[in-house]
Nanobody, 127 residues
Framework: QIQLVESGGGSVQSGGSLRLSCAVS????????MAWFRQAPGKEREGVAS????????YYVDSVKGRFTISQDSAKNTVLLQMNSLKPEDTAMYYC????????????????????WGQGTQVTVSS
């Protein structure tokens, strides 16, 4: 089993920055797919970014490319999401998710690829 705990959400103005953290505990394989998803009110949960631990390969959806950066701190078993140039449309509950490394090859299209989820952290961006 893997446990995921997100932190770092909050309220910022448009153009601001936030850094989300996902603390990972439990059984951690040498290579996994770690990802961030988000869900805005009334909308479906969508993928934001992923990283294949061990190899470091990253993926971003088009709407966040150039603004968000996903990274890992292996020593702390933590996955980070640095979010810059935030926009009101980034407002959502952000979730950390974990899966086997193959899940990173599916473009975050299927939530069912990820069996482990955190509880989420709220990000609110005001204009």
């Amino acid at each position: 089993q893997i446990q995921l705990v997100e932190s770092g959400g909050g309220s910022v103005q448009s153009g601001g920055s936030l850094r989300l953290s996902c603390a990972v505990s439990g059984y951690i394989a040498s290579s996994m797919c770690m990802a961030w998803f988000r869900q805005a009110p009334g909308k479906e949960r969508e993928g934001v970014a992923s990283i294949q631990t061990g190899g470091g390969t990253t993926y971003y959806v088009d709407s966040v490319k150039g603004r968000f950066t996903i990274s890992q701190d292996s020593a702390k078993n933590t996955v980070l999401l640095q979010m810059n140039s935030l926009k009101p449309e980034d407002t959502a509950m952000y979730y950390c998710a974990a899966a086997g490394w193959l899940a990173c090859g599916n473009g975050l299209q299927d939530l069912r690829d990820f069996p482990f989820w955190g509880q989420g952290t709220q990000v609110t961006v005001s204009s």
